[in-house]
Structure formats: C-alpha cells, structure tokens
C-alpha cells in the first residue's frame, strides 16, 4: 500500500531537507512520534539508525528507522521496522518558488491479514499524513530555520 502527499513550504530547500532528514525533529511535526534518537551512527547519512518511540491510536510501540538512502538536498529514504510491520517513509524535496515542494511517501508492508483492511487503512493513512505535512509547514514556517535545519535533543 502506497500513499504520497505534498505541501509547499516558504523556506528553503537545504534547509527543509536538513529538517526532515534528521528523524529526531519528527516529534516537533508528527503527532504520533513521541522521540527519535540516533542510535547507530555519528550523523545523518546512509546506513544511520534511529530508534523511534510512538504513541498511534493502538498504543506506545518503539522500533527502529534506518536511513537506506541519503541524496541531500533532494530525497532522503527511512526503512521502519515497527511491531512486526515495515515501511518504507521517503521524503523528497525540490524548489518550488522562492520555496519547496515537500513529498511524503510511505510504503507500508502489511502482512497478509492486515492486507486486506487497505482499502479502508488507505483513507485515514491518507487524513493523518496530510495533517503531518501541514504541521511541518507551520512549524517550519513559524521560524527561521539555519541551513541546517534544527534538531532536537536526543536520548
């Protein structure tokens, strides 16, 4: 099951790159993540792994999100393990304007009995995904940001 949303956002490609590659700033953004550390790794770059906490509607889970493939400024890619389930999250960005165009996508790899609910997962996955993008472009916005993005303090 596939879903890709995009937004614009007034700031600059380097530095909303910067900001949604770096996992730990996830919390500032996504509703669900509680905390992002990194956990292998010395910075963000191919072959980093952070450990994520979450708190979605069916309850706190942790796991893991890898980063499989780092092209900055343009496309960054997480491979999540959680609760038995992956997905792959990719964040592409590109100029737009004097802006961005931001697109999530997310791959989610359903076992077998959870396959067959997609048709209706698909919508709200859509709906929350959609509000997660347009946090990130009211957080992002509502700053100045450094060319580096910003990032949180980790565990």
């Given amino acids: 099951m596939i879903v890709e ?11 909303v790159f910067a900001f949604v590659s770096d996992m730990r700033n996830e919390s500032q953004w996504h509703t669900d993540v509680l905390q992002a550390w990194l956990v292998d790794g010395e910075a963000v770059a191919a072959g980093a792994t952070f450990g994520v906490k979450i708190k979605p ?9 890898t980063v499989s493939e780092y092209a ?17 999250i990719t964040h592409m ?4 304007g004097a ?13 077998f009995p959870m ?3 997609a048709p209706l997962v698909r919508p709200m ?3 929350s995904n959609t509000q997660f993008l347009n946090n ?4 992002l916005e509502s700053r100045p940001l450094t060319s580096e993005g910003s990032r949180t303090t980790s565990r």
Avoid at 136 to 139: D, N, P, Q, R
Wanted: glycine share 6%.
């Fill in 5 to 15: 949303i995009a937004t614009t956002i007034a700031r600059p490609p380097a530095a």
């Fill in 72 to 88: 900055p400024p343009n496309r960054v890619v997480f491979d999540v393990r959680m609760n038995g389930m992956t997905s792959i």
């Fill in 115 to 117: 396959r067959l609910a």
């Fill in 125 to 127: 996955i859509r709906k």
């Fill in 136 to 139: 990130l472009k009211a957080v």
């Fill in 99 to 111: 802006g961005s165009r931001v697109t999530r996508r997310i791959e989610l790899k359903l076992p």
């Fill in 57 to 65: 509607s069916m309850g706190l889970s942790e796991g893991t999100a």
């Fill in 93 to 96: 960005v590109s100029a737009e």
